[in-house]
């Protein structure tokens, strides 16, 4: 073996790499609260007693779980200008991501909603509370209590998979060392830092999510 | 309002089917303001049926129900306006375990009453008190035994000013040392001249409060008599075909 490895250049690029690490964590954060949000719309769609609603809300889940993702990004950035909607990449790539993001979140909310007793759903009837405020007061906190780490999971990956976006140039982190890798052809190098620095983002990125469920979605129980 | 000379709680003939199993055959009740209605029969006979129906917990197939005079309409538009007056308390307690004690009596008066957060507090701690709980107000369901949580279910009732309460066999998931304090706070809305209709198989407490006991089987209503009629008369209830309750067993009041 006759490679000498070299870090050097990555502390030259250092900036590149920072910036990509915020961008990163910036779409995926903004995916995951979309996503979730949408999730649960879709959820409500799902659990909704028209028909065509429900059906229509499945059709999406499904769609989606059962395309690539890159298929979709492709599909957004290059595809949907055909029907006059222009995205830069980085739109193009938050708006990809949420709506993947979404139908997932949508298959493990389904999951918190059932597991929540019936009985509580029966105590705010009971109570003369509407079924708005009894999802929104009553449902809402012990469902996501009850699928939260899947929820995180689902998360996590939402960030790692954010590294496709790198194939519409949406400026983050892979796309930073795609960049670098060009620059200084040092590719060992940066893609085995890169790939540590996804590592250190997914602990990081969990242990903030294990703190946010700790302060609003826990509380005791037997 | 025209709607007090009403009885507070009318059926007539009420039936209601599972799919093909009819579980509620044709039947009549009359329950007058501040009545105390102790409702038992052998298991699957219907009780827990007929009073889910009264705040249309469940949905019945022929007859009407009317609470104080206003019929429950068929399509269940007006029954929100119902569950308002009218308190349930479950076998299960079913409290809201991501709340406090206190933020379970708070939720549905101010959603629906609308009043602010230091009234609704005020409200809640009246009635976490008359369940003998306020030292409890912030503690969460799992924190509290099961007699302690089915008082908080019936502070919970009692915050939205209800006219009638409904029980659902309220102690019978509990452990038998807690059934006392759960029935004594029972006694005392009963001496406070609330409506309420209680499954129960404590016989003791029917004796103490019922104004009637009503004994049913097979989705019909078989006997209705004051307790002292109930309880010593040989009628419908002691044919052979069917299982006989016991008329003895108040925990605590029997040896
Ligand atoms: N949701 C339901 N779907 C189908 N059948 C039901 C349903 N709920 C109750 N039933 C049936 O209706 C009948 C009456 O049930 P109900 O729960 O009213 O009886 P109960 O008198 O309260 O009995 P228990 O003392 O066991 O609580 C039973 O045969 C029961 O199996
Ligand atoms: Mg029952």
Redesign the interface.
């Given at each position: 073996m006759s490679y000498q490895f070299d870090f050097s250049p990555l502390l030259t690029y250092w900036p590149e790499l920072a910036a990509g690490i915020v961008q990163t964590l910036r779409i995926s954060c903004i995916a995951m609260v979309a996503g979730l949000v949408l999730g649960i719309a879709l959820t409500a769609l799902r659990m909704s007693p028209s028909r065509p609603l429900r059906w229509l809300a499945v059709s999406y889940i499904e769609l989606v779980r059962n395309t690539p993702f890159l298929v979709q990004i492709f599909f957004i950035f290059f595809g949907l200008p055909a029907l006059g909607l222009r995205f830069d990449a980085t739109q193009a790539a938050v708006l990809a991501m949420s709506l993947n993001c979404s139908a997932y979140a949508a298959e493990i909310v389904r999951g918190g909603v059932q597991a929540v007793?019936k009985?509580?759903v029966?105590?705010g009837?009971?109570?003369?509370?509407?079924t708005a405020?009894i999802y929104r007061?009553?449902v809402f906190?012990?469902a996501i209590?009850a699928i939260y780490p899947s929820l995180c999971s689902q998360f996590v990956l939402l960030m790692l998979n954010s590294s496709l976006v790198a194939a519409i140039s949406a400026e983050e982190l892979t796309y930073a060392a795609q960049m670098i890798d060009n620059r200084t052809f040092r590719s060992f190098e940066i893609f085995a830092v890169v790939g540590l620095l996804y590592l250190a983002l997914s602990q990081c990125l969990s242990l903030v999510l294990a703190a946010i469920g700790r302060a609003y979605f826990s509380?005791?129980?037997? | 309002m025209e709607q007090s000379a009403a009885p507070a709680i009318r059926l007539e003939h009420v039936s209601k089917w599972f799919g093909k199993l009819k579980v509620l055959q044709d039947v009549d009740l009359t329950v007058n303001r501040g009545e105390h209605i102790v409702l038992c029969g052998p298991s699957g006979s219907g009780k827990s049926t007929l009073i889910r129906c009264i705040?249309r917990?469940e949905e019945v197939q022929e007859g009407r129900i009317l609470v104080d005079g206003v019929e429950l309409r068929g399509d269940g538009r007006n029954?929100?306006?119902i569950?308002?007056h009218?308190?349930?308390v479950?076998q299960?307690f079913?409290?809201?375990?991501?709340?406090t004690a206190l933020e379970n009596c708070m939720?549905?008066p101010r959603?629906?009453h609308r009043i602010g957060k230091d009234e609704a507090r005020a409200r809640a701690m009246g009635h976490l008190e008359r369940v003998h709980l306020a030292d409890h107000a912030q503690k969460?369901p799992?924190?509290l035994s099961g007699g302690q949580q089915q008082r908080v279910?019936i502070a919970?009732?009692l915050c939205?000013n209800p006219d009638i309460l409904l029980f659902d066999e309220p102690t019978s998931a509990l452990d038998p040392e807690m059934v006392k304090e759960v029935l004594d706070t029972m006694v005392e809305l009963a001496d406070a001249g609330i409506t309420m209709i209680c499954v129960t198989h404590e016989m003791g407490f029917a004796r103490a409060v019922a104004h009637r006991v009503i004994f049913m089987d097979r989705g019909e209503i078989l006997e209705s008599a004051p307790p002292e009629e109930f309880f010593s008369a040989p009628p419908a209830r002691t044919r052979p075909d069917l299982p006989r309750p016991d008329p003895q067993p108040l925990r605590g009041a029997s040896p």
């Amino acid at each position: 073996m006759s490679y000498q490895f070299d870090f050097s250049p990555l502390l030259t690029y250092w900036p590149e790499l920072a910036a990509g690490i915020v961008q990163t964590l910036r779409i995926s954060c903004i995916a995951m609260v979309a996503g979730l949000v949408l999730g649960i719309a879709l959820t409500a769609l799902r659990m909704s007693p028209s028909r065509p609603l429900r059906w229509l809300a499945v059709s999406y889940i499904e769609l989606v779980r059962n395309t690539p993702f890159l298929v979709q990004i492709f599909f957004i950035f290059f595809g949907l200008p055909a029907l006059g909607l222009r995205f830069d990449a980085t739109q193009a790539a938050v708006l990809a991501m949420s709506l993947n993001c979404s139908a997932y979140a949508a298959e493990i909310v389904r999951g918190g909603v059932q597991a929540v007793p019936k009985g509580q759903v029966e105590a705010g009837r009971a109570l003369g509370l509407g079924t708005a405020d009894i999802y929104r007061f009553i449902v809402f906190r012990p469902a996501i209590r009850a699928i939260y780490p899947s929820l995180c999971s689902q998360f996590v990956l939402l960030m790692l998979n954010s590294s496709l976006v790198a194939a519409i140039s949406a400026e983050e982190l892979t796309y930073a060392a795609q960049m670098i890798d060009n620059r200084t052809f040092r590719s060992f190098e940066i893609f085995a830092v890169v790939g540590l620095l996804y590592l250190a983002l997914s602990q990081c990125l969990s242990l903030v999510l294990a703190a946010i469920g700790r302060a609003y979605f826990s509380y005791p129980s037997k | 309002m025209e709607q007090s000379a009403a009885p507070a709680i009318r059926l007539e003939h009420v039936s209601k089917w599972f799919g093909k199993l009819k579980v509620l055959q044709d039947v009549d009740l009359t329950v007058n303001r501040g009545e105390h209605i102790v409702l038992c029969g052998p298991s699957g006979s219907g009780k827990s049926t007929l009073i889910r129906c009264i705040n249309r917990l469940e949905e019945v197939q022929e007859g009407r129900i009317l609470v104080d005079g206003v019929e429950l309409r068929g399509d269940g538009r007006n029954a929100e306006d119902i569950r308002r007056h009218v308190g349930m308390v479950f076998q299960q307690f079913n409290l809201f375990p991501h709340m406090t004690a206190l933020e379970n009596c708070m939720l549905a008066p101010r959603r629906i009453h609308r009043i602010g957060k230091d009234e609704a507090r005020a409200r809640a701690m009246g009635h976490l008190e008359r369940v003998h709980l306020a030292d409890h107000a912030q503690k969460y369901p799992a924190q509290l035994s099961g007699g302690q949580q089915q008082r908080v279910a019936i502070a919970r009732a009692l915050c939205m000013n209800p006219d009638i309460l409904l029980f659902d066999e309220p102690t019978s998931a509990l452990d038998p040392e807690m059934v006392k304090e759960v029935l004594d706070t029972m006694v005392e809305l009963a001496d406070a001249g609330i409506t309420m209709i209680c499954v129960t198989h404590e016989m003791g407490f029917a004796r103490a409060v019922a104004h009637r006991v009503i004994f049913m089987d097979r989705g019909e209503i078989l006997e209705s008599a004051p307790p002292e009629e109930f309880f010593s008369a040989p009628p419908a209830r002691t044919r052979p075909d069917l299982p006989r309750p016991d008329p003895q067993p108040l925990r605590g009041a029997s040896p």
